[in-house]
T-cell receptor, first 116, second 113 residues
Framework: DGGITQSPKYLFRKEGQNVTLSCEQN?????MYWYRQDPGQGLRLIYY???????QKGDIAEGYSVSREKKESFPLTVTSAQKNPTAFYLC???????????????FGPGTRLLVL | GDSVTQMEGPVTLSEEAFLTINCTYT??????LFWYVQYPGEGLQLLLK?????DKGSNKGFEATYRKETTSFHLEKGSVQVSDSAVYFC????????????FGTGTSLTVIP
């Protein structure tokens, strides 16, 4: 079954704790993205990766970290430095940047992070 | 910079009514344009897309035409159903954005029987 999986569906964080959100894909896509969605708002880009072992900051990277050790996986860590982490987090994939192809992004089901 | 401006909601329609959700964009060059749909508690699903001027994207009765002269990509459906109730996002991706996406703020649609 091809697609993008995100786990867990709900995640609770205690004050001062780091938590990691999982994103796995079997679409063989090169590019992966993390977005944050707050109620009634659009999506804001946190980090993205166009290729294994490389990633770039998005618009709101502060308080977050990522790694891209495998093509299939792009985990997001929400650190204790992120003071307002409560949001819906969406992972997306794309075939990768190309001067000739404008890619489409495909989204996972999301993880809702709540602070205790 | 590149951006998308979307009609604010919420929008409430009766079943079988005509739907229009406005979307305009600002971009250099020739972006690709997309509509995504998000059902409660879920991720975004691609609804339709258009990659060049005058292209019409269509899916599940929804349509949108890429209008370069008015920099618009309005979403339309002739007869909405209760199951169309969701949040709709307009988005663009372009060469100048490194294929990054820019999303509108979303329009919530509720269809009542």
């Amino acid at each position: 079954d091809g697609g993008i999986t995100q786990s867990p569906k709900y995640l609770f964080r205690k004050e001062g704790q780091n938590v990691t959100l999982s994103c796995e894909q079997n679409l063989n896509h090169d590019a992966m993205y993390w977005y944050r969605q707050d109620p009634g708002q659009g999506l804001r880009l946190i980090y993205y990766s166009q290729i294994v072992n490389d990633f770039q900051k998005g618009d709101i990277a502060e308080g977050y970290s990522v790694s891209r050790e495998k093509k299939e996986s792009f985990p997001l860590t929400v650190t204790s430095a992120q003071k307002n982490p409560t949001a819906f987090y969406l992972c997306a994939t794309g075939q990768g940047a190309s001067r000739r192809v404008r890619e489409t992004q495909y989204f996972g089901p999301g993880t809702r992070l709540l602070v205790l | 910079g590149d951006s998308v401006t979307q009609m604010e909601g919420p929008v409430t329609l009766s079943e079988e009514a005509f739907l229009t959700i406005n979307c305009t964009y600002t971009a250099t060059g020739y972006p690709s344009l997309f509509w995504y749909v998000q059902y409660p508690g879920e991720g975004l699903q691609l609804l339709l897309k258009a990659t060049k001027a005058d292209d019409k994207g269509s899916n599940k009765g929804f349509e949108a035409t890429y209008r370069k002269e008015t920099t618009s990509f309005h979403l339309e459906k002739g007869s909405v159903q209760v199951s169309d109730s969701a949040v709709y996002f307009c988005a663009l991706s372009g060469r100048n954005t490194g294929n990054q996406f820019y999303f509108g703020t979303g329009t919530s649609l509720t269809v009542i029987p």
